[in-house]
């Protein structure tokens, strides 16, 4: 019995860890995006939508105090490509470069791979995101969410946790 529940706690804490790494890249990819930073390039005649200089994208994680050095960055970016958040634009490599060299998120290109367990949290950001812009605080629309949608009823339970509000 213990090490079912030693399994179940390793397996939730996966899960977490994976869901803070895609929020993680999410936000990153998002500020990104605004910052001008993701765009067309091209190279070789070839023109490649929506992708970043690596270079650049290490320069930027420093220079904005997300990273407190240039090899820091480059494991955080090489965690984002494990995870299959980034990668390169041609998939020649496997592992984060700090050089010359286009990468793109997968989100933007269409190849982020979609388990369910990631549909789920998907869906669930939609939603989220959807009630931000009604203005909705936290707590309202974490209950708004759990209502229209039964698989989002864990963020409800997270954010009244987290507030120490009573769940519905």
Known sequence: MESLSNSLKKKATEH???????IAGEQLRLRLH?????????????TYP??????????????????????TAIRLLQKLMDHYIIHHVCDE???YKDAKLLYRFRKDDGTFPLSKDVKVFLRGQSLYEKCQCRGME??????????LHPLVETLDLALSAASGAPAD
């Not at 390039?41 to 070839?46: E, G």
């Not at 690596?54 to 050095?69: F, G, I, N, R």
């Not at 936290?138 to 209502?147: E, M, N, P, T």
Request: charged share 40%; proline share 2%; net charge positive.
């Open 34 to 46: 605004d910052g001008k930073l993701v765009k067309d390039r091209r190279y070789h005649l070839r």
């Open 93 to 95: 490599h496997s592992d």
């Open 138 to 147: 936290s707590i309202q629309a974490a209950r708004w969410l759990s209502r």
């Open 16 to 22: 977490h860890y994976r869901a803070e790494v895609m």
């Open 50 to 71: 929506n992708c970043f200089v690596a270079k650049e994208l290490t320069d930027w994680l420093v220079e904005h105090k997300e990273a407190p050095d240039r090899e």
